[in-house]
C-alpha cells in the first residue's frame, strides 16, 4: 500500500507562484509513473504533468512554460511549481501514482487533493 501525503496550495493572485508537493510512502517499485491533476466541480479530472521513473516528463499544452514537475527520489516526494498562475489553473490538485511489480501487477494511489484558487 501506498499512501500520498500533499501539500501546498492555496489563493494567489494571478501572476502569483505556489508549489505543491506530494510525499510517498509505503512500497514503491522500480516502474512508476507519477504526476498531478486537476479537477473543476462538473468536469473530468485532467492531467498537469507527470513524470516517470525514467525521468520523461509529459506536459498539458494549457501549462507548459509555467508549470515544472520535479521529483526526489531521495525524500520519495513530488512537486509542482506553479508560475504565472492564471485565474484558470484554480482547481482542486491532486498527485496520483501508477506503478507496475515484476509480476506485471497495476497498482494506483491517489492524494487527498488540495485546493489552489487564482485571483483576477
Known amino acids: 500500500q501506498v499512501q500520498l501525503v500533499q501539500s501546498g496550495g492555496g489563493l494567489v493572485q494571478a501572476g502569483g507562484s505556489l508549489r505543491l508537493s506530494c510525499v510517498a510512502s509505503?512500497?514503491?517499485?522500480?516502474?512508476?509513473?507519477m504526476g498531478w491533476y486537476r479537477q473543476t466541480p462538473g468536469k473530468l479530472r485532467a492531467l498537469v504533468a507527470d513524470i516517470s521513473h525514467e525521468n520523461k516528463t509529459n506536459y498539458a499544452d494549457s501549462v507548459k512554460g509555467r508549470f515544472t514537475i520535479s521529483r526526489d527520489n531521495v525524500k520519495n516526494t513530488l512537486y509542482l511549481q506553479m508560475n504565472d498562475l492564471k485565474p484558470e489553473d484554480t482547481a482542486v490538485y491532486y498527485c496520483?501514482?501508477?506503478?507496475?511489480?515484476?509480476?506485471?501487477?497495476?497498482?494506483?494511489?491517489w492524494g487527498q487533493g488540495t485546493q489552489v484558487t487564482v485571483s483576477s
Open positions: 496520483n501514482l501508477d506503478q507496475e511489480n515484476s509480476d506485471r501487477e497495476y497498482f494506483g494511489s
Open positions: 509505503g512500497t514503491i517499485f522500480s516502474t512508476w509513473i
